[in-house]
């Protein structure tokens, strides 16, 4: 059972954080229409991928969609944006206020057509405060939550090549969106719903940010190395890289006795916590280190799994793709059905699974404008009027 099957969401969010948003609410069943403008929005030509040039961030975040051209610039686009607003449920807009009031897709203009909207709105830095004006990308809320700092070294500060706060937005902005859709069943009321790119930075980034609050501790960065356990941090092997990250003393003292050391370590007042454990780190990584290099990847991932401590491979990109967990899993999915793409290409689908109403991918995203006459003709416009439409460069 398609979940949100007679939800209809309307998106005109650009990049992540809004189609995202509307890609999840889609992966459980809702009717979404993507509104570009003419001949693709600049989104879809990210990191190109087939013939024409649509780039890997539309298949992620356009999967289900259907897609209207609209240039909303255009006086005669309005028309079309109020019938579209009064057959919908949701409209997603990852847009700052002035620009949201300016396409007329602001909650009180959008209340004006259908009372009971929902809109879900995303922007770097909401709609008050000195930065309400400023636009913004998944870098910049990086950047202002202190998490590039620690995630560098000293002079070095290093953003995170995953846009984490970007898709973090969007699952929030998706969680919240359900939530204002049971309140809208139980009270008959839309609401507005606001999501900021600031402010899920530092909600993700918040245990470090409590620390400094209540300790005034003051952290550097230290690249991969954790600084509150120990020995969590990335090591050489013979052939590539492995990541393990003890934190408890139960674990610590597993790792204590993989190395034939248990007492050596697990009885000195130095290694007693973790926290001192990360404190005073050094003797403990050099030791982890040295275990590590007298062995291949396989062979320390294996004896680590052995003794019970969670350790990955460092993976290329390649290498994740063709995880054996990714495919028990079935984590991607295969989409070969798009006109210019060389051959299947892998996308990662709904990363969670529900056994009672399904979801995830049903169809690869929409060419820019494949749906607009059929999406105008449920609108009630005529052959005649959208080939009118057409001519006057509106779709």
């Not at 980034?205 to 954790?226: D, P, W, Y």
């Not at 009672?356 to 999406?375: K, V």
């Amino acid at each position: 059972m398609a979940l949100l099957k007679n939800i209809r969401v309307l998106d005109f969010g650009r990049y992540v954080a809004g189609p995202y948003c509307a890609t999840l609410l889609g992966y459980l069943g809702a009717d979404v229409i993507r509104i570009e403008r003419r001949g693709g929005g600049e989104d879809r030509f990210i990191a190109p991928i087939t013939a024409a040039g649509e780039g890997a961030v539309l298949f992620q975040t356009a999967c289900n969609k259907r897609s209207l051209t609209l240039e909303l610039g255009n006086p005669a686009a309005a028309e079309i944006v109020a019938r579209l607003v009064r057959s919908a449920d949701v409209v997603i807009a990852n847009l700052p206020a002035a620009a949201r009031a300016k396409m007329g897709l602001d909650y009180e203009s959008l209340c004006k057509i259908r009372p009971d909207i929902i809109l879900v709105a995303q922007s770097a830095f909401g709609d008050v405060g000195p930065y309400s004006n400023r636009g913004g990308f998944d870098g910049i809320g990086q950047a202002m939550s202190g998490a590039m700092y620690i995630t560098g070294t000293p002079g070095a500060p290093a953003k995170a090549a995953a846009p984490y706060v970007d898709y973090a937005t969007a699952v929030l902005s998706a969680f919240a969106t359900l939530a204002a859709l049971m309140h809208r069943q139980q009270t008959g009321e839309g609401q507005q719903v606001h999501a900021t790119l600031l402010g899920t930075a530092l909600a993700v980034f918040g245990s470090h940010l409590i620390e400094q609050s209540a300790t005034h501790i003051g952290r550097v960065g230290t690249g991969n190395r954790v600084q509150t356990s120990a020995p969590s941090d990335v090591f050489a092997t013979r052939d590539g890289h492995i990541l393990t990250h003890v934190v408890g003393n139960g674990l610590f003292r597993r790792w204590a006795r993989l190395m034939g050391e248990e007492a050596l370590w697990c009885n000195d007042a130095r290694f007693g916590t973790d926290q001192s454990r990360g404190d005073n780190s050094g003797p403990i990584l050099e030791r982890m280190r040295v275990w590590c290099c007298e062995r291949t990847t396989a062979e320390a991932i294996a004896a680590l799994q052995q003794a019970g401590i969670p350790a990955g491979p460092i993976l290329t990109p390649q290498e994740a793709l063709e995880n054996e967990q990714v495919a028990a899993m079935r984590l991607l999915r295969a989409i070969s059905d798009y006109p210019g793409l060389a051959h299947a290409v892998s996308v990662p689908d709904l990363p969670v699974t529900l056994s009672g109403c399904g979801g995830g991918i049903r169809r690869p995203p929409p060419q820019a404008g494949e749906h607009t006459d059929e999406i105008l003709r449920s609108l009630g416009y005529s052959d005649s009027e959208i080939a009118a439409l057409r001519t006057r460069e509106v779709i």
